[in-house]
T-cell receptor, first 113, second 115 residues
Framework: GAGVSQSPRYKVTKRGQDVALRCDPI?????LYWYRQALGQGPEFLTY????????KSGLPNDRFSAERPEGSISTLTIQRTEQRDSAMYRC???????????FGAGSRLTVL | GDSVTQMEGPVTLSEEAFLTINCTYT??????LFWYVQYPGEGLQLLLK?????DKGSNKGFEATYRKETTSFHLEKGSVQVSDSAVYFC??????????????FGRGTSLIVHP
């Protein structure tokens, strides 16, 4: 696509529910990143992929968070048993091979009640 | 680990004023440095970058010079416009093994420009 697309843009859920956030990167972009951004803060790294391989997941806060990119394109970030502290903007970004510039999506704002 | 420190915002200016947003960094090796801008309701987008010491990145009237001796990458613009109102993020990338890149971002500085 023309840009990085994220869905849903807004998600409100109750504590304890699972949520799945989707990212559709720019066509041909090999690397895909997930970040979390709290209000008034910068993006905080969660995990990233090259093609379908998860290269680094050191930023995932705990084992309730997981991500996949099974065919090397669309990625899903899943949060199980959500807690109020998970409320944040979740941002996806992608980059082309060998490049160090990220293109970000508009983000998915998660609110856990 | 790598880190980026930006000045606290918001920065409030009148149109045509001079802008400086300070950014300093801590990194191993020789990182590449970036400024990203985020307009309301949109994702972050690259504003400018510099990949080695003394390089100057520039775009849309904004400039920043990679200063290795002071580990800084301050953003400047000579005459701001209302349309420059946004949140500005300083960022760095230190290459890790295998050519992988994991960008580290500062907390962002909000700029508000009044007519």
């Amino acid at each position: 696509g023309a840009g990085v697309s994220q869905s849903p843009r807004y998600k409100v859920t109750k504590r304890g529910q699972d949520v799945a956030l989707r990212c559709d990167p720019i066509s041909g972009h090999v690397s895909l990143y997930w970040y979390r951004q709290a209000l008034g803060q910068g993006p905080e790294f969660l995990t990233y992929f090259n093609y379908e391989a998860q290269q680094d997941k050191s930023g995932l806060p705990n084992d309730r968070f997981s991500a996949e990119r099974p065919e090397g394109s669309i990625s899903t970030l899943t949060i199980q048993r959500t807690e109020q502290r998970d409320s944040a903007m979740y941002r996806c970004a992608s980059s082309s091979p060998g490049a160090n510039v990220l293109t970000f999506g508009a983000g998915s704002r998660l609110t856990v009640l | 680990g790598d880190s980026v420190t930006q000045m606290e915002g918001p920065v409030t200016l009148s149109e045509e004023a001079f802008l400086t947003i300070n950014c300093t960094y801590t990194a191993t090796g020789y990182p590449s440095l970036f400024w990203y801008v985020q307009y309301p309701g949109e994702g972050l987008q690259l504003l400018l970058k510099a990949t080695k010491a003394d390089d100057k990145g520039s775009n849309k009237g904004f400039e920043a010079t990679y200063r290795k001796e002071t580990t800084s990458f301050h953003l400047e613009k000579g005459s701001v416009q209302v349309s420059d109102s946004a949140v500005y993020f300083c960022a760095l990338i230190s290459p890790v093994g295998g050519g992988s890149y994991i960008p580290t971002f500062g907390r962002g500085t909000s700029l508000i420009v009044h007519p």
